[in-house]
């Protein structure tokens, strides 16, 4: 069996700390290192006074370190943190994982020139119940067609997410746009605050909650004139996001350069 060497960006973040101690807990797997932003108070300390860890490893605050020791690096960051990920990626040849959310067009971009240099996946959401859910919004919204079911997005996080809605919300739209053959940002409505209008045909709402510490909610409703359907996606920790994840680095630090999703990496858990 291979050991993976596994680095993680933003290694004290929320997300961080558990992809930390998960990656130390895999045997597949090797942690070789961390890294925070420049500014961080706690750059230079050893993850020993943080994790159980057998290593005179420090938190370091320059990236392009940790990339060249590591197989694939795990991002979930800020999108500025991303972009220049994304860059020493490149520069190390390095496989880069990215679950930070709120990318715009031009990291994305950014991202589909990387994958010609390198393995790159890149996921609003890296659990593998969220991305069944995928599979069957975009299975019902070609049975239940617009003239006859409205779709509406509802998702639930915790006060500290700071982009609106989830970048899972807006995938489970942008699978539903897709499978009724329309443009996703023609029917998406994030805002009805205001807004005198009654509801467009084949519109695509969003609702957003946040409060308390919730992992994750969301729920994609299929409501016509006589019944409703409900298909939902509960998270009950961050646990589900940080396996998926490490089993995406597992799988990209064999594969070859390109963009890959976790559709690839659940068909090679199945082969």
Same mark, same amino acid.
């Given at each position: 069996?291979?050991?993976?060497?596994?680095?993680?960006?933003?290694?004290?973040?929320?997300?961080?700390?558990?992809?930390?101690?998960?990656?130390?807990?895999?045997?597949?797997?090797?942690?070789?290192?961390?890294?925070?932003?420049?500014?961080?108070?706690?750059?230079?300390?050893?993850?020993?006074?943080?994790?159980?860890?057998?290593?005179?490893?420090?938190?370091?605050?320059?990236?392009?370190?940790?990339?060249?020791?590591?197989?694939? $690096?795990?991002?979930?960051?800020?999108? #500025?943190?991303? !972009?220049?990920? %994304?860059?020493? /990626?490149? +520069?190390?040849?390095?496989? @880069?994982? $990215?679950?930070?959310?709120?990318?715009? #067009?031009?990291? !994305?971009?950014? %991202?589909?020139? /990387?994958? +010609?240099?390198?393995?790159? @996946?890149?996921?609003?959401?890296?659990?593998?119940?969220?991305?069944? !859910?995928?599979?069957?919004?975009?299975?019902?919204?070609?049975?239940?067609?617009?003239?006859?079911?409205?779709?509406?997005?509802?998702?639930?996080?915790?006060?500290?997410?700071?982009?609106?809605?989830?970048?899972?919300?807006?995938?489970?739209?942008?699978?539903?746009?897709?499978?009724?053959?329309?443009?996703?940002?023609?029917?998406?409505?994030?805002?009805?605050?205001?807004?005198?209008?009654?509801?467009?045909?084949?519109?695509?709402?969003?609702?957003?909650?946040?409060?308390?510490?919730?992992?994750?909610?969301?729920?994609?409703?299929?409501?016509?004139?006589?019944?409703?359907?409900?298909?939902?996606?509960?998270?009950?920790?961050?646990?589900?996001?940080?396996?998926?994840?490490?089993?995406?680095?597992?799988?990209?630090?064999?594969?070859?350069?390109?963009?890959?999703?976790?559709?690839?990496?659940?068909?090679?858990?199945?082969?």
């Amino acid at each position: 069996m291979n050991n993976f060497k596994i680095g993680i960006a933003g290694c004290l973040g929320r997300m961080g700390k558990e992809l930390v101690s998960s990656v130390l807990q895999n045997k597949q797997t090797i942690f070789v290192g961390g890294f925070e932003k420049k500014n961080h108070p706690q750059i230079g300390e050893q993850f020993v006074k943080i994790f159980n860890l057998d290593s005179n490893l420090v938190i370091k605050d320059n990236g392009e370190e940790i990339f060249s020791v590591s197989d694939c $690096i795990i991002d979930f960051t800020t999108p #500025e943190s991303t !972009l220049n990920n %994304i860059d020493v /990626a490149i +520069k190390t040849k390095t496989a @880069l994982v $990215i679950g930070t959310t709120g990318l715009d #067009e031009n990291i !994305l971009k950014q %991202i589909e020139d /990387a994958s +010609k240099i390198i393995p790159i @996946l890149q996921s609003t959401n890296m659990s593998l119940g969220v991305n069944t !859910l995928f599979n069957l919004v975009e299975h019902s919204a070609s049975i239940l067609d617009a003239l006859s079911y409205d779709i509406e997005i509802s998702e639930t996080h915790h006060k500290h997410k700071v982009d609106a809605p989830s970048g899972t919300a807006i995938t489970l739209g942008e699978y539903a746009a897709k499978s009724r053959k329309v443009d996703f940002n023609s029917v998406r409505n994030f805002d009805r605050t205001n807004k005198l209008n009654p509801r467009k045909e084949g519109e695509i709402g969003f609702a957003v909650t946040r409060g308390g510490e919730i992992a994750g909610e969301h729920t994609v409703s299929f409501i016509g004139k006589n019944d409703r359907i409900d298909l939902q996606h509960k998270a009950f920790n961050r646990s589900i996001f940080v396996e998926g994840a490490i089993r995406a680095s597992i799988f990209l630090s064999q594969s070859q350069p390109g963009k890959f999703t976790m559709k690839d990496v659940i068909n090679s858990l199945t082969t």
